[in-house]
């Protein structure tokens, strides 16, 4: 028996990524089909290819569908979401790239198995694929569980107390660093048709203030570097947090209650302060919140106005946690020295965005640097959750229990 043969398409559709190429119905297959969605950088074939054709068509896109229940959507751009999903027995997305609400998979008869990545899973509804009789199995991030050797070289797991962090922490700080350092400006204007040199002053981080809004596991990652590595006071802020659970979070991660400090080594290491005052103390906002209704547009006009002149704001999180008209207007107006946006409310970001201009940090203009959702899109972390998803694959197909469920 051959391997099978991953079909490809990529195509555009009103503007954002869709697709118009109909793959084949279940109604000429004897044998189940699994699309793969959202595989951008063409990854996923290396962890499939082992499984006969005769046992399971699959097709990748490497483009992206919009969210069905987004606003924006239309009702001809939902009709194509629709067409594209309904032949598959198998779905495999990319984290929450795709939603899949119970509108989308009531439309899904053929749907039996949903495999998602990552551990966040707010856009899937649960309750409605159970009602459908649809499986839905997860792939955390923790490896194979069976043995076989993984394709790719091992890396080290680190705790966190001894270096560890998850790959958005890494690029949380490549983004302050970045904003803080010129390195985006100044890279642009040295190849820029001027040919020029330094483009302004960088910005010190040594002893400022570093404000994380939600203190959960990566946004005390992202802490605990920041007092590490240039001794900053960290001022923290969630609905629901007190001194008492970020004391807790300091310890979990390897830090003293108090005194992380060392020009008041007689605060908290990590200090619960009330919305307003982070905002308005915080030399650098960087934001790890977890998106509900009730956190849409926390950061909005009044917090953006709150914030000093010179603070730079960074987004690794989730997109709508920004309301974006309120983001533009500062930073059009140069209110504060920067941002960094990881995320967006439409992804892929698109093409006629204001976000895409070259012109910020010209004329007033604040500084702005964007990144394509890289803060998961990491070699090791990717092909593991591939792995994981290609060890469930083969559970299915053999009729054994499956790893991870989420339903």
Known sequence: MGAFKIEVFTTML????????????????????????????????????????????????????PAFNHPQTSTSSRRTI??????????????????????????????????ATGTQFETFDLAAATELGISVAAAPGRGRTDGKPSQRPAR??????????HPTTQHAWA???????????????????????????????????????????LGAAVARIGSLAWGMRVV????????????????????????????????????AVSKDEL???????????????????IVGTKELAQMKQSALLVNTSRGPLIDDTALYEALEKGRIRGAALDVFDVEPLPTDSPWRSTAWGTKGRSNLIITPHMGYV?????????????????????GQPLLHRLN
Not at 32 to 61: C, N, Q, R, W
Not at 156 to 165: E, N, Q, Y
Not at 241 to 266: C, H, W, Y
């Open 378 to 398: 990491e070699d090791g972390i990717m092909h593991t959750w591939y792995e994981e998803t290609a060890e469930n694959l083969e559970r299915w197909l053999r």
């Open 82 to 115: 629709i067409d594209r999903l309904k032949p598959y027995t198998i779905i495999s997305s990319m984290r929450e790239r795709t939603p899949f609400p119970r509108e989308l998979l009531q439309e899904l008869p053929n749907l039996k198995l949903l495999l």
């Open 14 to 65: 009103n503007g954002r990524w869709a697709q118009s190429l109909h793959p084949r119905s279940l109604a000429t297959q004897a044998r189940p089909s699994m699309a793969v969605l959202d595989d951008y950088l063409d990854i996923a074939k290396l962890h499939f290819s082992h499984i006969p054709a005769s046992e399971l068509s699959i097709t990748a896109f490497n483009d992206s569908l």
């Open 279 to 297: 905002f308005e103390t915080a030399d650098v906002v960087s934001l790890h919140y977890v998106l509900s209704e009730r956190s849409r547009g």
């Open 236 to 271: 923290c802020w969630s609905e629901n947090l007190t001194q008492e659970k970020a004391n807790r979070k300091a310890e979990e991660m390897g830090l003293p209650i108090s005194g992380g400090n060392p020009l008041d080594p007689n605060v908290p290491t990590f200090t």
């Open 156 to 165: 080290p797991k680190l705790d966190i107390k001894k270096g560890g962090s």
């Open 175 to 217: 983004l302050i660093l970045a904003l803080a350092r010129n390195v985006a400006t100044d890279d642009a204007v040295m190849k820029g048709p001027a040919k020029g040199w330094q483009s302004q002053l960088a910005i010190g981080l040594t002893g400022t203030t570093l404000g994380v809004v939600g203190l959960g596991r």
